[in-house]
């Protein structure tokens, strides 16, 4: 299958554009943004990695008329895990929070969360392609993102916020010019997940406290989230509200910790060369 059929886009204007692999029918599907700026052109986050995300770029004309007048296309992932890493390998920069950088070098498919099944590609990439034998290719970040760190892409600039919980590095891109959040699985409108391996709840708090403070100041109008679809501000309060209200509960945690359990067995049975 090539590029062009796996992927499919739809542009947002001003430079936006929101791409899916259109052939993974999973909750896990991620989304991936590419933002085009003045000098520099930024995708934030990768999928599978199944197809080529730069020859589909390339091939939609997604970069403009003259691409070659910028520098290479950036490609951030908002966290290493497997749905929204798993392309970053075909990209000549790469750029992730200093905490993931040690998963993605060595190819951990253990902290990558690698968890993929044969009924979730409803067809398949390639002749003989099988869930089992997917992994996330290792792959050297050139940026090594902190928080704060800003990334100029020249009529515009995304900052770094590093809001640890969903995982140790994760990291929302913040367009305070335009009031733009792309937020990863930091939030979204959907079942937010702590149990993963090096999820921590009471960083997950943190940053959703930091979430709401940001609607609050109306520095937020408009989430472009790792998976479903957009909303605004409102929802986005509701949403890290609702989920600090509820984590410190007894219920919340006892569900916390057998999911944890559970899910730290079944990465380990899936990916038995990348636990230690």
């Avoid at 003259?66 to 990209?91: C, E, I, M, W, Y």
């Avoid at 190819?107 to 869930?131: H, K, Q, Y």
């Avoid at 993102?145 to 640890?164: A, Y």
């Avoid at 910790?257 to 060369?273: E, I, K, S």
Wanted: proline content about 4%; hydrophobic content about 40%; overall charge negative.
């Amino acid at each position: 299958m090539s590029a062009a059929d796996w992927y499919a886009h739809k542009s947002l204007g001003d430079g936006l554009f929101w791409i899916q692999e259109r052939f993974y029918q999973s909750e896990n599907r991620a989304n991936i943004w590419l933002l085009r700026g003045s000098h520099q052109d930024v995708v934030i986050d990768t999928g599978l990695g199944l197809r080529s995300l730069p020859d589909y770029i390339d091939g939609k004309g997604l970069l403009g008329k003259d691409p070659q007048r910028k520098n290479p296309l950036l490609a951030v992932a908002t966290h290493a895990h497997f749905d929204h890493s798993g392309g970053l390998h075909q990209f000549q920069q790469v750029g992730v929070h200093s905490a993931e950088v040690d998963a993605l070098v060595n190819g951990d498919n253990f902290e990558t969360a690698t968890w993929l099944s044969d009924r979730e590609i409803v067809e398949a990439p390639s002749p003989g392609w099988r869930a089992r034998h997917y992994r996330v290719k290792a792959v050297q970040p050139t940026h090594i993102l902190q928080e704060g760190d800003v990334i100029n892409l020249g009529d515009r600039q995304l900052t770094v916020l590093h809001m640890p919980g969903h995982s140790r590095g994760s990291i929302c891109l913040h367009d305070r010019d335009n009031k733009l959040l792309f937020s990863g699985d930091v939030v979204y409108d959907g079942a937010m997940i702590d149990w993963l391996p090096y999820s921590r709840v009471s960083d997950y708090i943190s940053s959703c406290e930091r979430l709401v403070g940001l609607v609050d100041s109306e520095q937020v109008d408009q989430v472009l989230p790792g998976h479903y679809n957009t909303f605004g501000a409102k929802p986005l309060h509701r949403i890290a509200s609702t989920y600090i209200s509820r984590a410190a509960t007894c219920p919340a945690k006892f569900s916390t910790f057998a999911w944890g359990t559970l899910a730290g067995v079944a990465l380990r049975a899936f990916n038995p060369r990348s636990a230690c």
